[in-house]
């Protein structure tokens, strides 16, 4: 593997989640695979999980691992090729990328998108200066359109606790108050078109998400309907893709309860994290048995680190 930015970057994604589940088995075997290697983790945005997970994941590994909060303690940065700075900005993406790289010999990099011109999140405008300039392998942490080491955490998480061959899937859109990106239901979507499961998209009208990420799922406005039988429900808020960025709806009524997974085949119940409380999904949900949430977060070290080790065997 010679970078990590989406799932196009792996050659064999069932040898991947077999990877990181022996790893979670035996966590400190490739100790010193990382010796005298480091891994700079460099934030445009806040997180939890992805931070310390993949910081975890590199010290199993016996690598340094360097965390750079860029928007709070970096300079502030320019990211418009040909800009006179003449205004707030005080260093280009140019050379704080070029220079992140001398330091580390891979990079991770976290970058929201804007919200706001679609062409610029969904070419990548932001996290693809970094990979341009850096000149090491890059690891996504959430890029604007994609977020892959929670995707493959997500797939581990299915592959570990499916009681059927081929489970069904379902990722389901939930309300919430504020216009959130794409990346992590794009992401899913596309891992679950690649993987061994029979997957389901269901959301209200004007939330369907790009065709690029969804090509071969079922979609549907009705939830009840996709939730018939599923052994997963992958419960996640997106913005509309078109009009871009904006909320088309809040649709309240389709925050998830125990009464709607009576249709389910005893589903288990995902989400990411953050999650907004009786907004996205109901404490009823999150406190019962059909969660998996915290389990799925813990999963995030091991897709981090099979994730490193492959690149680690790569240079
Ligand atoms: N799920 C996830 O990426 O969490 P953080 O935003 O806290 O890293």
Same mark, same amino acid.
């Given at each position: 593997?010679?970078?990590?930015t989406?799932?196009?970057?792996?050659?064999?994604?069932?040898?991947?989640?077999?990877?990181?589940?022996?790893?979670?088995?035996?966590?400190?075997?490739?100790?010193?695979?990382?010796? /005298?290697?480091? *891994?700079?983790?460099?934030?445009?945005?806040?997180?939890? @999980?992805? #931070?310390? %997970?993949?910081?975890?994941?590199?010290?199993?590994l016996?690598?340094?691992?360097?965390v !750079?909060?860029?928007?709070?303690?970096?300079?502030? !940065?320019? !990211?418009? &090729?040909?800009?006179?700075?003449?205004?707030?900005?005080? +260093?280009?993406?140019?050379?704080?990328?070029?220079?992140?790289g001398?330091?580390v010999?891979?990079?991770?990099?976290?970058?929201?998108?804007? =919200?706001k011109? #679609?062409e610029?999140?969904?070419?990548?405008? *932001?996290? /693809?200066?970094?990979?341009?300039?850096?000149g090491?392998?890059?690891?996504?942490?959430?890029?604007?359109t #994609?977020?892959?080491l929670?995707?493959?955490?997500?797939?581990?998480?299915i592959? +570990?606790?499916?009681?059927?061959?081929?489970?069904?899937?379902? !990722?389901?859109?939930?309300?919430?108050?504020?216009?959130?990106?794409?990346?992590?239901?794009?992401?899913?979507?596309?891992?679950?078109?690649?993987?061994d499961?029979?997957?389901?998209?269901t959301?209200?009208?004007?939330y369907?998400?790009?065709?690029?990420?969804?090509?071969?799922?079922?979609?549907?406005?009705n939830?009840?309907?996709? =939730?018939?039988?599923?052994?997963?429900?992958?419960v996640? /808020?997106?913005?509309?893709?078109?009009?871009?960025?904006?909320?088309?709806? %809040?649709?309240? &009524?389709?925050?998830?309860? /125990?009464?709607?997974?009576?249709?389910?085949?005893?589903?288990?119940?995902?989400?990411?994290?953050?999650?907004?409380?009786?907004? +996205?999904?109901?404490?009823?949900?999150?406190?019962?048995?059909?969660?998996?949430?915290i389990?799925?977060?813990?999963? @995030?070290?091991?897709a981090?680190?099979?994730?490193?080790?492959?690149?680690? +065997?790569?240079?």
């Amino acid at each position: 593997m010679k970078q990590f930015t989406s799932v196009h970057d792996v050659t064999d994604i069932n040898a991947l989640v077999t990877e990181a589940l022996a790893l979670k088995k035996d966590p400190y075997a490739f100790q010193h695979l990382g010796k /005298n290697k480091t *891994i700079g983790l460099v934030f445009l945005n806040p997180s939890l @999980r992805t #931070r310390m %997970s993949t910081q975890k994941a590199a010290l199993n590994l016996g690598m340094n691992a360097m965390v !750079l909060n860029i928007d709070k303690e970096g300079w502030a !940065l320019e !990211l418009q &090729d040909g800009a006179i700075m003449n205004g707030t900005t005080v +260093e280009h993406v140019r050379e704080a990328a070029a220079v992140l790289g001398q330091y580390v010999d891979f990079l991770g990099v976290r970058s929201f998108p804007g =919200l706001k011109d #679609r062409e610029e999140d969904y070419s990548e405008t *932001i996290f /693809n200066k970094f990979v341009e300039y850096c000149g090491v392998p890059v690891v996504s942490l959430e890029s604007a359109t #994609r977020h892959p080491l929670q995707s493959l955490a997500d797939l581990i998480t299915i592959t +570990e606790l499916k009681k059927v061959e081929q489970p069904k899937v379902v !990722l389901t859109w939930a309300p919430h108050i504020k216009a959130l990106p794409q990346a992590v239901p794009n992401s899913f979507a596309e891992w679950m078109c690649h993987a061994d499961v029979d997957f389901v998209i269901t959301h209200p009208e004007g939330y369907a998400l790009s065709e690029e990420f969804t090509k071969n799922a079922t979609i549907t406005h009705n939830q009840q309907e996709a =939730l018939a039988g599923a052994d997963f429900v992958y419960v996640k /808020n997106w913005s509309a893709y078109e009009p871009y960025g904006e909320m088309p709806g %809040s649709h309240e &009524d389709w925050m998830l309860t /125990n009464q709607m997974l009576e249709a389910t085949n005893d589903a288990k119940v995902m989400h990411c994290l953050p999650v907004r409380r009786n907004l +996205e999904l109901s404490d009823e949900i999150l406190d019962g048995p059909h969660s998996v949430v915290i389990h799925e977060a813990g999963n @995030r070290v091991w897709a981090a680190q099979a994730v490193l080790k492959q690149l680690l +065997e790569s240079i």
